[in-house]
């Protein structure tokens, strides 16, 4: 499953092209012109309930456009782009070139942006970059340089710095507001600039307020009072070809402004790729809310409405593509975050991420159909509780933060003849991880609890009863087997292979590492149950066993009549 991230890309490319020409105008000069007065039009817009500054600033960019020069571009999507040099324009003169641009739906502009071009070496085809920002090309040509896109106001909305074609870093204003997802507060909205690096660092800077919809338009061209910023929205619903064959594609763009692609299969539309501009989810954000998020890094996947959503950093656009368990499964493991794991552990993170049958998504498809995707942030650090091997709790308001820490004593063995092996780190991981899985799934609320306790016994055990008022059907201890043995087969055949690099293909892992997956149930009704702590049952000695396995592998030494099979983590 290691390849599947890269299965994404290839999907989601190929169903942007699979219908697409060569890329080339559409239409002659002569044809162009006709656009002129359209654009001119639409300009105007703009000075309705505008301030007098703003006023100017429409004026002059209208007399800068150099309209002999105006060309029309395919998209990938079903709109349009119209493509014009602007002559001067005050402000902008140490750029290279500088462009305007106006996407059309059913040739009726409905958003607009200027763009600079600053380069690091000698270049002309802009135009050609240009489009290959819009339709997220995997790499922009052999550009290298600055491209920007503010509005027509002259506010800066999109920076792309590239080296030889590819994304080194990316800027971008966006909504802040910790208490509220839509980024208001008492009416008003923080405008910040966001920008992402290739090693996906960011930075921020404040950049403005706005505090009411004709404000908002000021800076981000909404459609709010009447000027310029007409919905690229189909209206009146969508109507669909008469009598469809068999793999038809039909394309459009619907009343919130998604591109939709959809396929003709037995005797139905399905819809197979849509695409978002940061436009259409900032106009409906009480229906984008999953795409609204502090800050999206480059290829971040999201999960809604049946979709995984993939970010496009150098348009800001979110791709998505129909969601599976596998695609749900990978993404949870790309959007892992390592940077600040000792050595050690993030080794073998590295390791479960590579398996060849058994890494960390084939562990949580085992374990469970993934529901959502969520980010790890995996540390090594305190813990409250020096008892835990780990704790991971949700990052409180957030629905896809979740902080694993892993504690740094027992990673370092203080107090212990040696370190941990690296078969422990590797459970302590796989444990965790199904952990962040429950809370994902359950929500913060309903896993935690009242109290707010969110260790795993009463993560388990909540994510068990859940299951039970889902099918009453089947008994409650029925369930908790089956939920217990597939918790324990699929961390036991994960380690098994780490450890081993022998998948587990038929049959069951080796009693070592169904131990150690045992281990991980501990204080759960259904380990309480099996292997009760009482000297007279029938399984007291498996249980003796299990925690026997569990602690000289924790020590990295011999522990009574056992010895790790691990490999002990450097000091």
């Not at 506010?155 to 208001?184: M, P, W």
């Not at 039970?468 to 008994?475: H, W």
């Amino acid at each position: 499953m290691k390849n599947l991230t890269y299965l994404i890309t290839f999907l989601v490319l190929f169903s942007f092209s699979a219908c697409e020409k060569e890329d080339q105008t559409s239409a002659d000069n002569s044809s162009t012109m006709l656009y002129n007065d359209v654009i001119s039009n639409y300009l105007k817009q703009f000075t309705v309930n505008s301030k007098k500054d703003q006023i100017v600033k429409i004026n002059i960019l209208t007399k800068a456009i150099d309209y002999n020069t105006v060309k029309i571009y395919d998209l990938k999507t079903t709109e349009k782009l119209l493509i014009a040099d602007l002559k001067s324009l005050k402000g902008f003169e140490d750029s290279n070139s500088n462009k305007v641009i106006f996407f059309l739906n059913n040739n009726k502009i409905v958003r607009s942006n200027i763009v600079t071009f600053k380069n690091k070496n000698s270049f002309n085809q802009y135009s050609s970059v240009i489009r290959s920002i819009w339709n997220m090309d995997k790499k922009k040509g052999n550009y290298s340089g600055k491209v920007s896109f503010y509005t027509v106001f002259q506010y800066l909305e999109l920076s792309d710095v590239f080296e030889n074609g590819v994304l080194t870093e990316n800027g971008i204003a966006r909504k802040k507001n910790k208490k509220n997802i839509l980024g208001k507060t008492q009416g008003c909205t923080d405008w910040y600039w966001v920008t992402t690096y290739s090693d996906g660092t960011t930075t921020e800077a404040f950049l403005y307020t706005t505090c009411n919809d004709c404000e908002e338009q000021e800076y981000r061209m909404t459609n709010a009072c009447g000027g310029g910023g007409t919905s690229s929205g189909s209206a009146g619903g969508i109507t669909y070809p008469d009598n469809p064959v068999e793999n038809e594609v039909f394309e459009y763009i619907d009343e919130l402004e998604r591109f939709v692609r959809e396929i003709y299969k037995n005797g139905k539309w399905v819809a197979v790729l849509t695409s978002l501009s940061p436009v259409a989810v900032s106009r409906n954000p009480e229906t984008y809310t999953y795409l609204i998020i502090f800050w999206p890094t480059f290829e971040r996947k999201v999960y809604g409405d049946g979709f995984v959503y993939t970010y496009d950093a150098a348009s800001g656009n979110w791709v998505g593509v129909p969601a599976t368990d596998e695609l749900i499964a990978q993404a949870i493991e790309d959007q892992i975050d390592d940077s600040q794991l000792d050595e050690c552990t993030k080794g073998v993170l590295a390791k479960l991420k590579n398996l060849n049958q058994s890494d960390i998504a084939e562990m949580i498809s085992r374990f469970s159909a993934p529901g959502s995707i969520f980010n790890i942030n995996m540390v090594t650090g305190q813990v409250s509780n020096q008892n835990n091997l780990a704790e991971t709790k949700p990052v409180s308001g957030s629905n896809f933060d979740i902080n694993m820490v892993f504690n740094e004593n027992y990673i370092k063995g203080v107090g212990n003849p040696s370190p941990p092996t690296d078969l422990s780190v590797a459970t302590t991981m796989a444990h965790e991880i199904i952990h962040a899985y429950l809370i994902s799934l359950l929500g913060e609320n309903k896993a935690c609890g009242a109290s707010g306790i969110c260790d795993f016994p009463t993560i388990y055990d909540a994510y068990v009863a859940y299951q039970i008022t889902k099918d009453p059907n089947v008994s409650p201890d029925a369930h908790h087997e089956l939920i217990a043995n597939n918790y324990v087969y699929s961390i036991a055949a994960t380690i098994q292979e780490f450890h081993t690099g022998q998948s587990v293909d038929s049959g069951f892992p080796s009693q070592v590492y169904l131990d150690m997956a045992w281990g991980g149930l501990d204080r759960t009704y259904i380990f309480n149950k099996n292997y009760p702590n009482d000297p007279n049952h029938k399984n007291y000695k498996d249980r003796e066993r299990i925690f026997s396995r569990i602690n000289t592998e924790k020590i990295g030494s011999q522990y009574g009549i056992y010895s790790p099979v691990g490999t002990p983590c450097k000091k």
